[in-house]
């Protein structure tokens, strides 16, 4: 932390022969998986940040999603600086042999005081890059350890010594709920002290529900105002367990004749999912793939359900609770810290909704048939008492600040 304290007396101090005083620390982000959440929390970061106290630069790839291409301009308009190095999402020895050049020469060149590496692959070459560079501190948001996409077996166990190797190389962890804080300590990932918690926070001021935004959405799907609408929305990615959801719709129907389900989302596997959509429930599962940062879509849902295999702190059950809606979430980390904080603010698990089985379809459509009959879940009293809970317990503000401060802590030296 020697050198740490050096650069940042070399940031906050006049310089002779009458340079600029006060240069702002630089941080230098990292991040592959350019979709999602993890997308979402680097965006937030950089909208929020103080501007004043920190310098921002952005390296990231745009193979997984072309849309990023506008968030690049973004960036680049509000005055960062951002390096586009198409990184691999898969494994590839060459490929990623050339990404972890690119991005340590940059790192060169940048001289950033802290190199903040989001998600597996980002979080692997931004690491060994700032480790070749000399980069005085690093920190690390796994967004989901890369271990737990697997139950068992050798790849669990390969990404699990690859994250105490990287763990050695690292300054501070950002564990983004206490559930993927508490499984990389089972796993011995790092020290409790390398592992700090700073959740995910949601800008609130962009989720409004809206009556008018209910009917645009169901009149496009062609859904009647009447009808019980089952929303999700999630990339179509195995992690994300769509199929659970689908196979649940046949159950749901026997017992709800005027039920929809809506998954909204981009992936990969969407062709798969369309077929099984189509032999499952024909005609009353729609997919809606146009929406890109437009919250409205969720005013035109009664009830919300995610049936994710693994999740770090998923942000979707936070936006569906900040609309007021019930959700009904796969009982994995991430999913079960968002439920049990919102249940323990409030005083009352059954005001939010339910915690399922993974894995199980039936699970699914035993709890979302019997919020949807519920009258009293609806009311807007009830809708009133989700959201100002998650507004409470999940604000952007608390994770950019928690966020600053441990940036300056490695800056100053406090954290060592």
Same mark, same amino acid.
């Given at each position: 932390?020697?050198?740490?304290?050096?650069?940042?007396?070399?940031?906050?101090?006049?310089?002779?022969?009458?340079?600029?005083?006060?240069?702002?620390?630089?941080?230098?982000?990292?991040?592959?998986?350019?979709?999602?959440?993890?997308?979402?929390?680097?965006?937030?970061?950089?909208?929020?940040?103080?501007?004043?106290?920190?310098?921002?630069?952005?390296?990231?790839?745009?193979?997984?999603?072309?849309?990023?291409?506008?968030?690049?301009?973004?960036?680049? !308009?509000?005055?960062?600086?951002?390096?586009?190095?198409?990184?691999?999402?898969?494994?590839?020895?060459?490929?990623?042999?050339? +990404?972890?050049?690119?991005?340590?020469?940059?790192?060169?060149?940048?001289?950033?005081?802290?190199?903040?590496?989001?998600?597996?692959?980002?979080?692997?070459?931004?690491?060994?890059?700032?480790?070749?560079?000399?980069?005085?501190?690093?920190?690390?948001?796994?967004?989901?350890?890369?271990?737990?996409?697997?139950?068992?077996?050798?790849?669990?166990?390969?990404?699990?010594?690859?994250?105490?190797?990287?763990? =050695?190389?690292?300054?501070?962890?950002?564990?983004?709920?206490?559930?993927?804080?508490?499984?990389?300590?089972?796993?011995?990932?790092?020290?409790?002290?390398?592992?700090?918690?700073?959740?995910?926070?949601?800008?609130?001021?962009?989720?409004?529900?809206?009556?008018?935004?209910?009917?645009?959405?169901?009149?496009?799907? +062609?859904?009647?105002?009447?009808?019980?609408?089952?929303?999700?929305?999630?990339?179509?990615?195995?992690?994300?367990?769509?199929?659970?959801?689908?196979?649940?719709?046949?159950?749901?129907?026997?017992?709800?004749?005027?039920?929809?389900?809506?998954?909204?989302?981009?992936?990969?596997?969407?062709?798969? @999912?369309?077929? @099984?959509?189509?032999?499952?429930?024909?005609?009353?599962?729609?997919?809606?793939?146009?929406?890109?940062?437009?919250? +409205?879509?969720? !005013?035109?849902?009664?009830?919300?359900?995610?049936? +994710?295999?693994?999740?770090?702190?998923?942000?979707?059950?936070?936006?569906?609770?900040?609309?007021?809606?019930?959700?009904?979430?796969?009982?994995?980390?991430?999913?079960?810290?968002?439920?049990?904080?919102?249940?323990?603010?409030?005083?009352?698990?059954?005001?939010?909704?339910?915690?399922?089985?993974?894995?199980?379809?039936?699970?699914?459509?035993?709890?979302?048939?019997?919020?949807?009959?519920?009258?009293?879940?609806?009311?807007?009293?009830?809708?009133?008492?989700? =959201?100002?809970?998650?507004?409470?317990?999940?604000?952007?503000?608390?994770?950019?600040?928690?966020?600053?401060?441990?940036?300056?802590?490695?800056?100053?030296?406090?954290?060592?």
């Amino acid at each position: 932390m020697r050198a740490m304290r050096s650069a940042y007396q070399c940031c906050s101090t006049k310089t002779v022969g009458g340079m600029a005083t006060g240069m702002r620390p630089l941080i230098a982000h990292v991040l592959e998986a350019t979709v999602g959440g993890t997308r979402r929390h680097l965006i937030d970061l950089v909208r929020h940040m103080d501007k004043g106290r920190f310098n921002l630069s952005i390296v990231c790839s745009t193979r997984r999603d072309e849309r990023f291409v506008r968030d690049i301009a973004w960036m680049r !308009s509000v005055g960062v600086k951002v390096f586009v190095v198409q990184m691999q999402r898969r494994i590839s020895p060459i490929a990623d042999l050339i +990404s972890l050049i690119i991005v340590c020469a940059i790192f060169k060149r940048l001289r950033p005081q802290i190199v903040h590496a989001h998600s597996s692959k980002a979080g692997a070459i931004g690491r060994i890059a700032a480790l070749i560079a000399g980069v005085p501190a690093v920190v690390y948001t796994p967004h989901a350890f890369s271990f737990m996409m697997h139950e068992c077996g050798l790849k669990r166990s390969l990404f699990v010594q690859i994250e105490r190797l990287l763990a =050695r190389f690292t300054d501070v962890i950002i564990a983004v709920s206490n559930g993927e804080r508490q499984a990389a300590l089972m796993e011995k990932i790092a020290s409790p002290k390398k592992i700090r918690l700073i959740e995910n926070g949601v800008d609130f001021s962009l989720l409004q529900p809206c009556v008018n935004h209910r009917m645009h959405w169901r009149d496009k799907w +062609s859904i009647p105002e009447d009808a019980f609408v089952i929303g999700c929305v999630a990339d179509f990615r195995r992690q994300k367990g769509h199929r659970y959801l689908i196979e649940a719709m046949p159950m749901v129907l026997s017992l709800l004749s005027n039920a929809y389900l809506v998954l909204v989302g981009r992936g990969e596997l969407e062709r798969q @999912l369309r077929a @099984l959509a189509a032999d499952k429930a024909k005609g009353r599962i729609v997919f809606e793939n146009s929406v890109h940062d437009d919250w +409205s879509v969720y !005013s035109a849902f009664d009830i919300y359900a995610l049936a +994710s295999l693994y999740e770090g702190m998923p942000y979707t059950p936070i936006e569906a609770l900040a609309f007021g809606l019930p959700i009904v979430l796969s009982d994995v980390i991430g999913n079960r810290d968002v439920f049990e904080a919102c249940a323990s603010e409030c005083g009352d698990a059954i005001i939010i909704g339910e915690l399922v089985e993974p894995k199980s379809s039936e699970a699914l459509a035993e709890a979302i048939v019997r919020i949807l009959q519920d009258n009293e879940m609806h009311t807007e009293q009830m809708r009133q008492k989700r =959201r100002s809970t998650v507004m409470a317990r999940f604000s952007v503000a608390r994770m950019v600040e928690h966020t600053q401060q441990l940036y300056e802590e490695l800056l100053s030296g406090v954290v060592k």
